[in-house]
């Protein structure tokens, strides 16, 4: 049987995220940033609240999916940013390798790039800050780790343990043992049946290039049954 890994708006929702974006084709739209802050954003800056928040899970009934992953590629969809779909995705990494930001919020202006938070009960004070790329819960893609630029092809994101949970409407409960790239089948207690990962995008405050950015996010996994 094939597995097929869906990503929804919310634990609730059983069809794919379908944003409108520009140019016309459907999927994850971040919203708008100013220099020196992130999208999406709610309320004030220094509160730290605003994510775009997906949530995935599987139809396998035997096995876990496993060795799950994330990384960006070239925008395949109806392009209508401010330059063009390689330079796109050339800028988005080159933007998270050069992050230096130390504040969550970016209230230091020095955020930059796509980041990733991966947990469900993250608090909104919490999410996104630097000090959580020490365990994996957060990475940013482009940005290098222990030798490596992740969140490429070559190297994708592994999907954080953290990220893991049961869905009971309408609470997310806690799995008993959580490993990092597995999502468990439909109701697994144990490893978790769904995962919730966070986005957020940043602007540096010295940022002189604006427009819309598109690319592609890819998952990556491993099925049996």
Not at 21 to 50: E, I, K, M, R, W
Not at 71 to 88: E, I, K, M, P, V
Not at 171 to 196: E, F
Request: aromatic share 10%; charged share 10%; hydrophobic share 30%.
């Amino acid at each position: 049987m094939a597995v097929t890994l869906k990503i929804t708006s919310s634990p609730s929702v059983t069809t794919d995220i379908s944003d409108a974006l520009t140019g016309g084709s459907l999927g994850c739209d971040l919203g708008q940033s100013t220099n020196g802050s992130y999208a999406p954003l709610v309320g004030f800056q220094d509160g730290n609240a605003g994510n775009k928040s997906l949530y995935l899970s599987h139809n396998a009934t035997v096995d876990p999916v496993t060795n799950i992953g994330f990384y960006l590629s070239t925008y395949t969809g109806t392009y209508l940013g401010g330059a063009n779909a390689t330079s796109d995705i050339a800028q988005i990494l080159a933007n998270g390798a050069s992050d230096s930001g130390v504040n969550a919020n970016n209230a230091d202006g020095y955020s930059n790039g796509l980041h990733i938070d991966m947990s469900y009960s993250v608090a909104d004070i919490s999410q996104f800050a630097p000090s959580r790329e020490q365990s994996g819960q957060k990475r940013i893609f482009g940005k290098t780790y222990s030798g490596n630029q992740v969140g490429v092809m070559a190297t994708p994101i592994t999907l954080y343990k953290d990220a893991l949970f049961t869905w009971t409407s309408p609470n997310k409960v806690q799995p008993s043992s959580p490993v990092d790239g597995k999502i468990g089948k439909s109701g697994d207690t144990v490893l978790g049946s769904m995962a919730q990962v966070r986005l957020r995008y940043y602007m540096s405050k010295s940022s002189t290039t604006g427009g819309t950015l598109q690319w592609n996010f890819v998952t990556v996994y491993s099925y049996t049954a």
